[in-house]
């Protein structure tokens, strides 16, 4: 069974940066044949995409609150995913989940079907 477990998250002061990962094991098919993106959901909000990427990394999708701020990236030798978060504000704050794609590329989250449990990123004012 495919697991994606993700890591980095944590408490940061407005400004800041966190590195999240995202590795997956289980696997049953070549890590690098689909898309990764990274979600997250603030209380009381819908989940919502941040960033994706293709499976080979040559293309990439982010939403305009991450646009220049927030990098994807992956380590198909590593079977994972990163995002960069610099600058952070308090309206980051938010669970965020890392997800596998069905597709080889979509940035529709009814399309991805494998989910992380999510880490906690806080950002203080």
């Known amino acids: 069974q495919v697991q994606l477990v993700e890591s980095g998250g944590g408490l940061v002061q407005a400004g800041g940066s966190l590195r999240l990962a995202c590795t997956a094991s289980?696997?049953?098919?070549?890590?690098?044949?689909?898309?990764m993106a990274w979600f997250r959901q603030a209380p009381g909000k819908e989940r919502e995409i941040v960033a994706a990427?293709?499976?080979?990394?040559?293309?990439?999708y982010y939403a305009d609150s991450a646009n220049l701020r927030f990098t994807i990236s992956r380590d198909n030798t590593k079977n994972t995913v990163y995002l960069q978060m610099n600058s952070l504000k308090p309206e980051d704050t938010a669970v965020y989940y890392c997800?596998?794609?069905?597709?080889?590329?979509?940035?529709?989250?009814?399309?991805?079907?494998?989910w992380g449990q999510g880490t906690l990123v806080t950002v203080s004012s």
């Open positions: 997800a596998r794609s069905r597709l080889i590329w979509s940035t529709d989250g009814r399309w991805y079907n494998n």
């Open positions: 990427v293709a499976g080979d990394a040559g293309r990439t």
């Open positions: 289980g696997l049953t098919f070549n890590f690098n044949a689909y898309s």
